[in-house]
């Protein structure tokens, strides 16, 4: 055991610390972590209202609606999605519950049940869903993350079909 660090663990187990001893890259390293740690673990926070940036979007091979607009309630762990649609099929409105912290949620479409998970990937929101459409399953894996300024919301997703999967991004400005 290198001198130095034994010095210092003796020194640290029995409550005798003297940070004269100290390698100081030890002291700053614990300094910084106990100032910006807080700081480094804070999650997003979702809550707004939101609206599609369709010149920033993908859909992939589905067709893009007219118009997508989300309203996010989020008290981590708790988070509620409303979203307004405005596409082919006409209006189409949704509303989900869910927690973050990975337990089962179920909620009812139009295409039907709903059930999947939510948790955290460091600062991004992993949201996995399944369901099935007239009789075929689909998987759905959504990545949520917040810009820097929290003005932008990004949602990038793998669906699976039995057809094959596909991806595709939402692009959300706040507002």
């Known amino acids: 055991m290198h001198g130095g660090f034994a010095l210092y663990f003796w020194r640290c187990r029995w409550g005798q610390?003297?940070?004269?001893?100290?390698?100081?890259?030890?002291?700053?390293?614990?300094?910084v972590s106990l100032l910006c740690g807080p700081a480094l673990s804070a999650k997003p926070n979702f809550t707004g209202e939101w609206k599609m940036n369709a010149s920033k979007s993908d859909f992939g091979t589905l067709p893009a609606p007219e118009k997508l607009a989300r309203t996010i309630e989020h008290g981590d762990p708790d988070i509620s999605v409303k979203t307004v649609q405005v596409g082919h099929q006409g209006e189409v409105k949704t509303e989900f519950h869910y927690t973050t912290d990975g337990k089962e949620f179920t909620a009812k479409s139009t295409f039907g049940e709903i059930k999947g998970t939510?948790?955290?990937?460091?600062?991004t929101l992993v949201v996995e869903t399944k369901r099935s459409v007239q009789g075929a399953e689909i998987t759905q894996v959504d990545r949520w993350t917040l810009s820097e300024d929290g003005k932008a919301l990004s949602v990038h997703s793998v669906i699976q079909t039995p057809n094959g999967a596909f991806k595709m991004s939402l692009s959300f400005d706040k507002q």
């Open 17 to 31: 610390l003297d940070v004269r001893h100290t390698p100081i890259r030890l002291v700053i390293a614990v300094f």
């Open 118 to 123: 939510a948790k955290w990937a460091g600062d």
